[in-house]
Structure formats: structure tokens, C-alpha cells
DNA sequence: GTTGAGCGTT
């Protein structure tokens, strides 16, 4: 989706593309073309939104048709409130296919003449991770302690150098064990332990299954553990893969 | 109604 209405990418053969984040969920690209447009001749500008809800996913794309004209963009724009957060613009390092630029067009044509025009937000950048192709359907924000929309299919995506401050010590030696641990103490404490440590959390009933005459206790509280036990030790995978998501990778796309 | 590191589609 363009915002000029056509089909796919228009031409990407002498466009370079810049990446812009931290936009607000509710801008729009009509709302980037605008300002994008007045430093330079913008190609196209498009906004990945959510299959599922269809927002936004809080970045955009943005290809002018001339990298010095992108540039000025990035140092102008790079920074600029807009809709009330500060965007960051800054050249894309990943093509639409998920795979490295470097043809020389879209790829950091940063001047060395002009130095460290990006001093302004000089943040980490990484490109040896875009091989992971599975990010574009990682949870679009880190909500998920909220809400769990996406636990299933959350990895290892974030951890590239954000909250892995631990030491790898920690995953050699404790991590297996801990593991280990947790797979067994699933099944002898269950109500000794704390029920609740990393239990599956069915979001949402599969089925309407409408709570038994008996409610009157709270089902969050110890009266749950105290009879759930039995079921889940059973097959605690077999529910959740049989019920739910058999094959995360299996509907990966429609 | 929420969210906030990152890299893309008819």
C-alpha cells in the first residue's frame, strides 16, 4: 500500500528509503508525505501496519527519489515532533525482502565530508540481525506485559543488546538447569510452588466454556490451583497445541 | 482506550 494508491512498490530501483520510527500509532503517511515532500521529491511513503488490527505499527517508510535530498531529510527530520513524538529518520538498512541494501542507492550514502551529521541521535545500529525473518510478526510494541497477544511467538528478537545485560555465564551454567528445573517442578509443584510461575495463559477461551454452576469462589484465586492440577499435569502441551496453535509456523501467513 | 524497540506492502 502506497500512499499514492498503487500496487506494491513503485520503483525501487533509484529510490532510497528512509526509516522512520518512533511516530506516533496514529500517524498516518499522509501525515509524513507532507513533511518528508518538502525537503525532497518523496517516491513513496509507506506504514507496515497489523494484519490482525491494521494499525500502525509506529514506523514508516519513506523513499525519496535522491539520496542528498533524503539525507537533508533525515538531518531535518531526524528529531522533528511530529504528532507529538519525536521521530527518528534514518536511512533503512534492510530492503523489502528483509535482505541487506548495498547497491550504493539505498545503502548509508552518508557523506564523510559532511561528518556526524546524525550526532544528534547517535543510537546503536545493527545489521546482522535482520536474518531473523520471523520479526514482522513479533508484537509491534513491548505491550505484551500487558497484554499477552503474541507470547507465542516471542523469542529472542529484543535481546541483542537491550536487556541481555546478563552475563552468558548465567545461560550456561543456570540456563539449562533452569530449564530443566522448570519442566519438572511443572508437575510436582504445581500447588507446592507458586501455581502461577510461567502457566500457559489460554488469553482467551477457545471455546465458549462457561465458568460451572459452582462460581462461587474466584477461579484466579488458590481455588484454581487447587483442582486445575490434575488436567494440566496430564497434558499441559497436548491442551494448548490441540486447542489452540498446533504449528505457530504452520499459519505464519495466510 | 492501551503499547514504544525496531526495518516494508498491493
Redesign the pocket.
Known sequence: ??HFG?????D?RD?Y???V???????TADDLYPLFDRYGKVV???I??D?R?G?????????YKYADEAQKAVERLDGRNV?G?NI?V?????????EP?RKGR?VEVLPKTSGRSRSRSP?????D??R??D??R??????K???DRNRYRERD??H???SRSQSPDYYRGRGRRSDDYRRRSRSLSYDSASPDRRSYSPRRSPMPRRTPPSCDESPDKGSHGKRSPPSRSVSPRGRLADSRSPSPRSSDQD
Open positions: 500500500m502506497s498503487r500496487s506494491g512498490p513503485p525501487i529510490t528509503s528512509l526509516l520510527l518512533n511516530i506516533s500509532f496514529r500517524t513513496d511513503v509507506f507496515p501496519r494484519r488490527s494499525d500502525s505499527r509506529g514506523f514508516a517508510f519513506v523513499r504528532d513524538r527518528m534514518q536511512f533503512a538498512k534492510y530492503g523489502p525482502n528483509a541494501i539505498i543510537r546503536p545500529r545493527y545489521r540481525d535482520y531473523d525473518r520479526y514482522r513479533r508484537s509491534r510494541s513491548r505491550s506485559g500487558r497484554y528478537y529484543r541483542r543488546s537491550r
